[in-house]
């Protein structure tokens, strides 16, 4: 059986108002929010209840990263917008909250030959003079896997979580037959 965990939801959506990032930091110092422009083009702060971090950029769209789960980023979408309301005093018109991606980490549980595995393993590609991990990626699938010598892998780029977890369910029953 595949061992995989989500480890990080990644999503976003917009305010549906332009924001003020100089005037808007102060009103959200509190949650502890940055705006550095020379480093960065928006706010950032984590959410309370959540505990996902959020960017906010003067177009009012916003990332969200760190929700263990899909659920978990509509909940911080929606406390962000709550937070931007009532702190800043901006009307939003806010638009829908998307999974942009999804990240798994999981483990083979037993070291890995990559050099092997790469030759065996069709779309495959691993040169160690540039990265440390195998890189594998099917024309079917919407994310990358990058599996290493100690077993353990992550999988990104998925935005949705069945289509994800066949995907790795699949990645297991491939690579664990080749390791037999």
């Not at 989500?6 to 110092?29: F, K």
């Not at 990559?114 to 195998?134: I, K, R, S, V």
């Amino acid at each position: 059986m595949a061992r995989f965990n989500l480890v990080n939801v990644v999503g976003g959506g917009g305010l549906g108002t332009n924001i003020d990032l100089y005037n808007c930091v102060g009103e959200l110092s509190r949650y502890g929010a940055i705006y550095e422009p020379e480093q960065s083009p928006g706010i950032q702060l984590k959410l309370p209840s959540t505990g996902v971090t959020a960017m906010i950029f003067q177009s009012g769209m916003y990332h969200l990263t760190g929700a263990r789960s899909t659920e978990e980023i509509q909940d911080a979408g929606c406390e962000l917008i709550k937070v931007i309301e009532e702190n800043v005093g901006i009307k939003t018109s806010p638009t829908d909250i998307d999974v942009r991606n999804l990240v798994y980490s999981g483990s083979f549980e037993q070291q890995i030959d990559l050099e092997n595995l790469a030759l065996d393993l069709d779309g495959a590609h691993y040169d160690p003079t540039t990265h440390n991990g195998l890189v594998y990626k099917k024309e079917d699938w919407k994310g990358t896997i990058m599996i290493f010598r100690t077993g353990s892998y992550t999988y990104t780029g998925a935005s949705d979580e069945e289509q994800a977890c066949e995907s790795l369910e699949t990645l297991h029953s491939v690579v664990s037959s080749m390791l037999e």
